[in-house]
């Protein structure tokens, strides 16, 4: 499954909204994007998960256009606990399992 | 339940000899994963099982590396003869089938 490609690194500021866009032009039909963060010495922790349109739930808003070659990672008013690594996966379900691909995700940094 | 746990959280070991880790998943969670990552990088998939069946093994699970899942419940994966390429994260994470995944806080192995 490829990959997906995202900036490997943004600045923020407490307060402010983050959004974080994954591209993913080779899109299967079957696949969903997915999000998710982790920070230092943990697991990665699932964020939100989308197909085509908006998402949106307690944490994060997802956006995906109708080609559905591109994502946007949307997190209001960002926090210092907000800092993480962020991943954008093409997920693809099948009755075999769904094996996750990570790239390398990109890195948010926010400052007071 | 508490989530996904992981045994040990650390160890080192010295280059050739064997580790095991154990992975307890969601208790109502059929299928596990196994994942290892490395500094700077998102995880990378090795192995998952649906209920005790391992199903899928990739291509770093090289044959000094075996997992199982005998009753269906918890998992270990043991490597033999480490090396220090071993080195790494490794990560166990439980799902339903066509749900996320819940990922454990992971096990870092150093091999000296």
């Known amino acids: 499954l490829a990959k997906t490609t995202q900036p490997i690194s943004m600045d923020s500021y407490e307060g402010q909204e983050v959004n974080i866009t994954c591209s993913h032009n080779n899109i299967a039909t079957n696949d969903y994007i997915t999000w998710y963060q982790q920070f230092p010495s943990q697991g990665p922790r699932f964020i939100i998960q989308?197909?085509?349109t908006k998402v949106t739930n307690e944490v994060a808003s997802l956006f995906i256009p109708a080609d559905r070659k591109s994502s946007t990672l949307s997190l209001p008013r960002v926090s210092l606990s907000d800092t993480a690594v962020y991943y954008c996966l093409r997920t693809y379900f099948t009755g075999g399992g769904n094996k996750l691909t990570f790239g390398t995700g990109t890195q948010l940094k926010v400052e007071l | 339940d508490t989530g996904v746990s992981q045994d040990p959280r650390h160890k080192i070991t010295k280059r050739g000899q064997n580790v095991t880790f154990r992975c307890d998943p969601i208790s109502e969670h059929n299928r596990l994963y196994w994942y290892r990552q490395t500094l700077g990088q998102g995880p990378e998939f090795l192995t998952y099982f649906q209920n005790e069946a391992q199903l899928e093994k990739s291509r770093l699970l090289s044959d000094r590396f075996s997992a199982e899942r005998p009753k269906g419940s918890f998992s270990t994966l043991e490597i033999q003869r480490t090396e220090q390429g071993d080195s790494a994260m490794y990560l166990c994470a439980s799902s339903h089938p066509f749900d996320e995944q819940y990922f454990g806080p992971g096990t870092r192995l150093t091999v000296t």
């Open positions: 989308g197909y085509k």
